[in-house]
């Protein structure tokens, strides 16, 4: 408010000294002006400019302050969405990818390097630990296991979580040594979960692995189908351990 007043006092008074000037410009054209027209002259300028000028500079205010509401609940709206999103693109459990944000995560990265592995990550006897101990307890060795995954890749993979407890990890740029290390990293932080649900005794935890390499031509449902074949010859080998591409496996 007190800037609106002295904008408008200095406007009111910049208006009423262009007025005394452009009148003592006219007053020899009109002839000798008593001083009652001088006094007429000044208070009309100031009766008019500075009410005006204040109404306007109030307005001015307004319709900045407006602006600057606008933009701070536009940034607002903004951020919300993004969270919105951010959080849609996640498994509610875990906080990784869920499916079809992993998908699309994969292959936009597939589009901008033709290096990499993909792994597809089971947790084993699952259904029993759901059967034996109920979803609770499922979940919280879900959550162990996503915990161990997450502490065993490195940092800008993509993990995702696939299915009930299957979970995927793309190993961006890894070479075949790496993408098995990084495989077996996680089998084996896994594996020395102490998970203890009931009683104090320990629930083994393991999972297993299957891996393929990137190869440039390959799609993503390729990739998929390939990691997917090795997985199941892990599990038919006896599980907790990973088999990467052409079947040579990192047992346990």
């Known amino acids: ?37 001088w006094r007429l002259l000044i208070i ?10 204040a109404y306007t500079s109030w307005q001015g ?8 509401d606008l933009a701070r609940t536009h940034a607002e709206l903004a951020a919300a969405h993004r969270r919105l999103e951010e959080k ?17 995560a994969l292959d936009g990265s597939r589009r901008k390097t033709d290096r990499g592995a993909l792994l597809i990550i ?28 997450s502490s065993g ?11 009930g407890e299957e979970f995927a990890a793309f190993l961006v740029g890894a070479s075949d040594e790496e993408a098995i290390g990084v495989a077996e990293r996680v089998r ?29 031509d390959a799609n993503v449902s390729e990739l998929m189908r390939a990691a997917d074949k090795r997985l199941y010859e892990a599990k038919g080998r006896g599980r907790n351990r990973t088999i990467y591409d052409d079947g040579m496996p990192a047992a346990a």
């Not at 205010?61 to 600057?68: D, I, S």
């Not at 890749?153 to 299915?163: E, M, N, S």
């Not at 203890?196 to 999972?207: I, S």
Request: glycine share 8%; with cysteine; aromatic share 6%.
């Open 122 to 149: 089971d947790a084993d006897h699952f259904k029993k630990i759901n059967d034996s101990y109920g979803h609770l307890t499922g979940d919280k060795a879900l959550l162990a296991i996503a915990a161990a995954i």
């Open 88 to 104: 849609a693109s996640r498994d509610p459990m875990t906080g990784m990818l869920n499916r079809e944000n992993f998908f699309a």
């Open 44 to 53: 009309c300028s100031l009766a008019i400019a500075w009410p005006v000028s």
């Open 61 to 68: 205010e307004k319709l900045r302050n407006a602006h600057r």
């Open 188 to 216: 084996i932080e896994v594996e020395a979960i102490r998970f203890q649900p009931v009683d104090g005794r320990d629930l083994p935890l393991t999972v297993s692995i299957g891996g393929t390499p990137c190869k440039p």
């Open 153 to 163: 890749v490195r940092a800008g993979d993509l993990l995702g979580r696939i299915g």
């Open 1 to 37: 408010m007190k800037r609106i007043f002295l904008k408008s006092t200095a406007v009111a008074f910049s208006s009423l000294l262009a007025s005394l000037l452009i009148a003592a410009s006219l007053v020899p054209a009109l002839g000798e002006v008593d001083a009652n027209a």
